[in-house]
């Protein structure tokens, strides 16, 4: 565990920021783009609503001991860099207390991926547009969400071969740039099982254009993992599951060319490399 400085950019290991007995740490103080964290906090004694506070949102943290407290965030692979400052604040007997630490976000290139696909794939018609935009809003509004952390560390990959590809890539789609991939593709066959990376709750199980049969877990705390072009799913809506419950298996419906599991995850933050946050340490 790397520890951030109280004065000045973060990254040094001086030992954790403190300010009246409440500290915060983090794993790295000089995170890229489409990077996640882990942020522990330690407090004297009991507070009450203990959150991170982190790009302009607060954020529930898991406590696992007695004034002992973890959280994820991260920097979403769009995101600017330069410095963020990060908190953790709480309440006890009325009034508020804060730390604060000054990350210094690095900037980070990703590859350009062309490709040539064919033009009903690359193309829309009026209402398929409109059902795109909808199910974009209606995706973001599931993303907005703030719950009670469930998931624990370390996570597990959503499938037993995780070779992940395209992470960040700058997509050209018959020559013209579209929006950066924000996930991963993993290339596996048709039936491969796909399993949850924590305990979480099912927010969405459904068709979507893009997507296909899709899977979207809510881990709590602000964590989400998104599953794409599964050929089936075994979870419905609604349904809590266990840690590497199995959640369906890996397809290439929606707009896809051949069967692989698209895999994304959201942190507070934004969208982070899933490869990063499986090399997260357990605590």
């Keep these: 565990m790397l520890f951030v400085c109280y004065s000045g950019v973060a990254g040094f290991p001086a030992g954790p920021v403190s300010a009246a007995g409440l500290s915060i740490s983090v794993s790295t103080g000089t995170p890229a783009l489409g990077e996640p964290l882990v942020v522990e906090v330690t407090a004297p004694g009991p507070l009450d609503n203990l959150a991170l506070v982190w790009i302009g949102a607060s954020w529930p943290v898991r406590e696992t001991a007695p ?14 860099a330069g410095n963020e400052t990060l908190a953790a604040e709480g309440w006890s007997g009325g009034e508020r207390h804060r730390v604060e630490a000054v990350l210094a976000v690095a900037d980070r290139i990703f590859p350009v991926q062309n490709l040539s696909l064919p033009k009903k794939m690359a193309e829309f018609d009026p209402p398929t547009l409109r059902r795109i935009e909808a199910e974009g809003r209606d995706l ?10 469930l998931w624990s560390l370390p996570f597990l990959p959503p499938v037993a071969s995780f070779r992940p590809e395209n992470f960040g890539s700058r997509r050209v789609i018959n020559a013209e740039p579209r929006m950066p991939h924000a996930a991963v593709d ?7 099982p796909v399993h949850s990376i924590a305990e979480g709750v099912v927010v969405f199980a459904g ?3 893009f997507g296909g049969l899709s899977v979207v877990l809510d881990h709590g705390g602000g964590v989400f993992s998104v599953n794409y072009h599964l050929k089936e799913f075994t979870v419905s809506e609604g349904e809590r599951v266990a840690r590497g419950a199995r959640i369906g298996a890996v397809g290439s419906t929606g707009r896809a060319t051949g069967p692989h599991l698209h895999f994304g995850v959201r942190v507070p933050g934004g969208r982070i490399d899933p490869a990063s946050l499986f090399a997260l340490p357990a605590r």
Excluded: W
């Excluded at 973001?140 to 952390?149: I, L, M, Q, Y």
């Design 67 to 80: 004034g002992k407290y973890v959280g994820v965030i991260g920097v979403d692979l769009l995101a600017a």
């Design 140 to 149: 973001e509004e599931r993303f907005s969400r703030v719950t009670p952390p």
């Design 186 to 192: 993993v290339r596996l066959p048709e039936g491969t």
């Design 207 to 209: 068709d979507r254009f």
